[in-house]
């Protein structure tokens, strides 16, 4: 958790430099307001910050509808389909660890693992924090292949595109001293596609870990591909979204969006839905562009106003936008989760909701993670809620070092949750206090906690009879 934690505020650093923003990370205190433009839709304000989301008086106690469980044996991306989305799968169905395994280097104050894993074929593909890519025995965790991804002779730092800004707790008072980081992994047609910060992508055999192709690129890209349709998609830190072909690694199109130094360090995705494309910038943009060649479909902005502090001034969109049933569902830091009709991309419905984690659709709900540890139930057709769980206020395991970045010697309640996934009728997140959290998909009523052994910030995957966990120490976690 202290890597991962202080690499979000160092991010953040970077762009309010010595302001106050440091005495409390994240901060939300006021009432932001909040707006969403694209071409052809309204500018919808408004008003109230995330405390003031509450249950809608027609819908409590009422029923809903999720699908049943169904079981699936692939994992491809980090939100497993090209849409990012994936109602219910049949997984875990015990709750209880099954198996444990160290897949290589964990998190450090210069180095952070980032990438999810995928699975496929009986199979988990993992990166660790020093881009080292293996393949694991799906059943028991078995090594199988792995190749280390550096460039020959190490570099890969951060000197062309941060600035030379002084820090006194960085190692050497300097933050290009950082290593790059970041990266992520996708699946498609027997190939794992690898994104670096190391400023490259690649084409791995995903049988025997053979480097098949690998093309340079002039900017880091810390977040993973998706792969769809012979095409890899990505987007780099200058908030540039970027096509590949899949079988030769000849780049392709580019779109740009409005760059923006102040941005998390965490990343996202984007999601692929027939011919589109959608994706979200540290900038608060999201947009859709045609697969084929790039060209804007529609683009809008989840816009707000606060004067609370530097760092909640942060846009960034580094969820996963998911695309489910026409919807694109996504939310950011600036305090705006949303639904935005695919086709048109006017905005259906928003929330004054403040989050970092890729939402979960299911029937006639989603499922979203605040910043400050709530679990909303939304009805997905209106935006009204259903139900709302606080995750740190539960008498559970939440506490953490407090104090400058948390590495303090002081406790207190601030937790980090990741997103939900919804396998075998259980709601499962897990955080940085080291536990998994088991709810009820109808109700919110807690219905289990795990311990993990390690401090947990990715969202788990599930496929086959397992939800796997890559922990912040570098140990892949097994339930069943």
């Keep these: 958790m202290r890597s991962l934690k202080a690499a979000l505020a160092l991010a953040a650093l970077t762009a309010v430099g010595g302001c106050s923003v440091l005495q409390k990370i994240p901060a939300f205190q006021q009432a932001p307001e909040l707006s969403y433009q694209a071409p052809g839709s309204l500018r919808l304000p408004l008003n109230g910050g995330e405390g003031s989301i509450a249950v809608a008086d027609a819908l409590k106690g009422k029923d809903f509808v999720i699908p049943p469980p169904t079981p699936i044996n692939a994992w491809q991306l980090p939100g ?10 049949t997984a875990a169905a015990d709750f209880r660890v099954a198996w444990k395994r160290n897949i290589g280097r964990g998190s450090s104050k210069t180095e952070f693992i980032t990438a999810p894993p995928i699975a496929v074929g009986g199979r988990i593909f993992v990166m660790d924090a020093a881009a080292r890519v293996s393949a694991l025995n799906a059943a028991n965790g078995a090594f199988l292949w792995t190749i280390d991804m550096t460039p020959q002779g190490g570099g890969g730092r951060f000197e062309s595109y941060i600035p030379d800004i002084k820090f006194p707790f960085m190692k050497g008072g300097n933050y290009k001293d950082y290593h790059t980081y970041g990266g992520g992994l996708a699946y498609d047609q027997g190939k794992v596609f690898v994104t670096s910060g190391f400023r490259f992508v690649a084409a791995l055999d995903a049988n025997t870990g053979t480097q098949v192709w690998r093309t340079p690129v002039n900017i880091p ?3 993973a591909p998706n792969a769809s349709g ?13 096509s590949f072909n899949q079988t030769t690694g000849t780049s392709g199109w580019q779109y740009n969006a409005l760059q923006e130094p102040a941005r998390l360090l965490q990343a996202s995705s984007p999601a692929v839905s027939g011919d589109a494309v959608i994706a979200s910038f540290s900038s608060g943009e999201v947009s859709a562009v045609q697969a084929a060649n790039g ?6 902005n989840l816009i707000h106003s606060s004067r609370t502090t530097a760092l909640s001034e942060i ?16 939310g950011g830091h600036s305090g705006s989760f949303g639904a935005i009709d ?9 929330l004054p909701i403040t989050t970092t984690e890729s939402a979960w659709a299911a029937g006639d709900v989603v499922y979203v993670v605040t910043k400050d540890g709530k679990v909303v139930c939304i009805q997905r057709a209106t935006g009204q809620i259903y139900w709302i769980h606080q995750l740190n206020n539960d008498g559970g395991p939440n506490t953490e070092r407090s104090g400058f ?3 303090g010697n002081n406790v207190n309640s601030r937790v980090y949750w990741s997103g939900v996934i919804l396998a075998s009728n259980r709601l499962i997140t897990v955080s940085t206090s080291g536990f998994a959290k088991a709810l009820d998909p109808k109700t919110g009523a807690d219905i289990g906690t795990l311990k993990l052994g390690g401090t947990a910030l990715l969202t788990p995957i599930a496929v086959g009879d397992y939800v796997y966990v890559l922990l912040d120490n570098g140990k892949l976690v097994a339930i069943r």
């Design 342 to 350: 695919l086709r048109t991309g006017a905005l259906r419905w928003q």
């Design 230 to 242: 012979g095409r890899l998609y990505a987007v780099n830190i200058n908030n540039e979204l970027v």
């Design 295 to 300: 060209a804007e479909l529609w683009t809008g």
């Design 315 to 330: 846009r960034d969109i580094s969820a996963r936008p998911i695309v489910f049933k026409g919807d694109v569902l996504v």
């Design 405 to 407: 970045l948390g590495l």
């Design 80 to 89: 497993g389909t090209p849409e990012q989305s994936i109602e219910h799968v």
């Design 221 to 223: 890209i810390h977040a």
